[in-house]
């Protein structure tokens, strides 16, 4: 059997799992993905995911499902940014703080919750390639902002993906509701 050691090949499934234990088997040995692979491996393994997606699963179990996929955003970004909401005195104090100090995206307050906005892709899997790819797999990110700002403010937030640059856009903007 083909190996499924890389590590995005194995939060699918595991995300997949949980859903649908045939669907996930039969994704990972038609479709395996090493820690081997390169780029453009990894970005044909990213379009046949979301054509399989699309093919078995409602939008909202894609949502599900990519949303569990996502990379981790790491303990120190979310200390470092629970220390910047704790010194600001509102969402637009902590978006400006947070501009000043970190380059990899930026935070814009809106009027319930932030836009969080990356000038350009940063996924391993699709970031090299040219060729646009489905929304579906941009849905990992959502998994990211809810996790990363629900340690952020210490409660549950809602996440919507507004723009993708490997689906046209200009930039990478995910809305957060808190």
Not at 87 to 96: D, G, R, T
Not at 124 to 146: H, M, N, Q
Request: aromatic share 10%; glycine share 6%; charged share 25%.
């Amino acid at each position: 059997m083909p190996k499924n050691d890389n590590a995005h090949a194995q939060r699918f499934y595991a995300s997949l799992s949980q859903l649908d234990q045939e669907a996930a088997i039969q994704f990972a040995g038609e479709h395996a993905l090493s820690k081997s692979a390169d780029f453009q491996k990894k970005f044909r393994w990213a379009r046949e995911q979301c054509a399989f997606l699309e093919k078995r699963f409602s939008e909202d179990e894609i949502t599900l499902i990519r949303g569990r996929c996502h990379c981790e955003a790491g303990k120190s970004l979310a200390e470092r940014m629970r220390g910047y909401w704790s010194s600001s005195k509102n969402m637009e104090e902590f978006a400006s703080l947070h501009n000043q100090k970190e380059s990899y995206a930026q935070l814009e307050a809106v009027e319930d919750g932030l836009l969080l906005i990356y000038p350009q892709c940063y996924c391993a899997c699709v970031k090299r390639v040219a060729e646009p790819i489905s929304r579906t797999w941009c849905l990992c990110t959502l998994g990211y902002a809810k996790d990363l700002f629900s340690q952020v403010f210490g409660k549950d937030v809602e996440a919507q993906l507004l723009e993708s640059v490997k689906t046209g856009g200009q930039r990478c903007v995910v809305k957060v509701t808190i």
